[in-house]
């Protein structure tokens, strides 16, 4: 392109601004008018930039309460003195369940973003499996505070299977000949998250009980009913077989002490013409009894 | 007869007299159970924790004994191994970490399942009859792609990925583009007047 063609565009163009520039300052109220201006800024609300990228193990302890820790980080465009540190929160949540909430506290400052440190405490009961958490935030902007929350974050709980009862079963006095003699219950507490029937059966695995004095002599583990005591053993219990499980329909329920508790109840349908000894089921006998869950 | 009867009855109750109560707290947590199964890849090998407790509540309905548990792999031998042994001492309160190794065979195909099936147990010492306890730990362990199979947690925190500003994109994008015009036109100017020398 000539010279010439350039040097008459480059005209022609400052001739369109200069025009423009007094067209648009011209008139009763020009645009170009010294005028004040006023600008606000409104607040920005914080944001949850970080959370956990996988899913957070849960390890339950039973009978306790666990504390879980968990961090994320939030940026404010406005500083991160503008977060309001007392608002922070994670919440684990489960279909069903109780919402665990956890406050949190300041790990880390970094221009203009914080990063929290949550602790949720987790009760021994509360639900194996997946649960959602879920992050939250507000700036101290007034009178609405920005805020902020993310719940694409999840922890996995693991199934805690954990139960107390007394070992020693109480026979009682029994008499040869006696059919039908309900033994004392074995009360068993449930410190875990794991339901009987609902995750799994109780079983009982009894052996045939050894004289002491005179091992010839043994009780059959046969004779043995066991189930759960809120009905009547003597006449609904399974039948125990030696050396081997068997399902007793107990139902242990999960949940805070006081609704976390099953009862097995043991009977002796008949109980055998045999010679007057203790009869035992012991480790040193080489056939305890077992509880499986 | 009523007598021999009598006999077998106080002698029962003797028993029964010097028998010691024991309420026993073992308890086992699995991160992986019947209904979460372990998702792995051809190849994959790796460690899984449960841990082994003896009332860490030590609350006053736990009597105050310390626990022997012995542990054993009952199912999933071809694919796992307990490395932490198979002996654990626990004193009253305190809890331990049984260690599985799984290793999975390079060779194995998609959808694969294993079961593995691990026993927890203790029986208390003692006369009379006893009972003791036994969990067993069980969950399948499934074969899948590497993809799907998710990390183990590890308490960092991973960015989300920051919001782009489109916008704010544009305009810069346009600004860049005047810039390069205006400078191509001087440069056209400049040179125009060089070739007039």
Known sequence: MKRGYWILIIVIVLAIIIGGYFWLSSGEEPLFAPSDVKVRIRNAPPRITDVPAVPVAVSLTPGTTTDVLVQFTVRDPNGADDLND?????????????????????????????????????????????????????????????????????????????????????????????????????????????????????????????????????????VFLAGDSSGDVCTLGSALIDNSNVNTNVAIPRGAAGSNVGSLGFCISLVPEVSAQDYEATVAGGNPWLIEI | MVNRNLKIGLLVFAVLLVNTSFVFALAVNSPYYNSNPLKVYAGQEKEIVFDIYNCPSMSDSCDKEDIVATVTLEEGNEIAEITSGSEYNLDFGSSGKIRMGVSIPS???????????????????????????????????????????????????????????????????????????????????????????
């Open chain 1, 86 to 222: 007392a608002a922070a929160s994670a919440t684990f949540s489960k279909l069903g369940e109780v919402d665990r909430v956890g406050g949190c506290v300041i790990n880390l400052v970094a221009g203009k973003s914080k990063t929290y440190d949550c602790t949720v405490s987790m009760q021994y009961y509360d639900a194996a499996g997946a649960w959602t958490i879920t992050f939250y935030i507000e700036d101290l902007a007034t009178p609405t505070p920005g805020s902020d929350s993310d719940n694409s974050a999840t922890a996995n709980v693991g199934q805690l299977k954990a139960i107390l009862y007394n070992t020693n079963i109480n026979l009682g006095i029994i008499t040869p000949s006696d059919v039908n003699v309900p033994l004392a219950d074995v009360v068993i507490t449930n410190e875990g998250n794991f339901v009987v029937p609902t995750d799994g059966t109780l079983n009982v695995l009894a052996r045939n009980l050894v004289g002491v004095t005179t091992p010839a002599e043994s009780i059959l583990a046969s």
């Open chain 2, 107 to 197: 060779d194995a195909a998609m959808n694969d399942k294993y079961l593995i099936r691990m026993a927890v147990q203790s029986i208390p010492e003692g006369a009379g009859v006893r009972m003791g306890i036994k969990y067993n730990v069980e969950f399948p362990v499934v074969v899948t792609d590497a993809a799907n199979v998710p990390d183990d947690y590890v308490p960092n925190t991973v960015s989300k990925g920051e919001k782009t500003n489109y916008m704010l994109l544009i305009v810069i994008l346009v600004f860049v583009i005047l810039i390069l015009i205006i400078v191509l036109a001087i440069y056209k100017i400049i040179s125009g007047k060089d070739k007039f020398k």
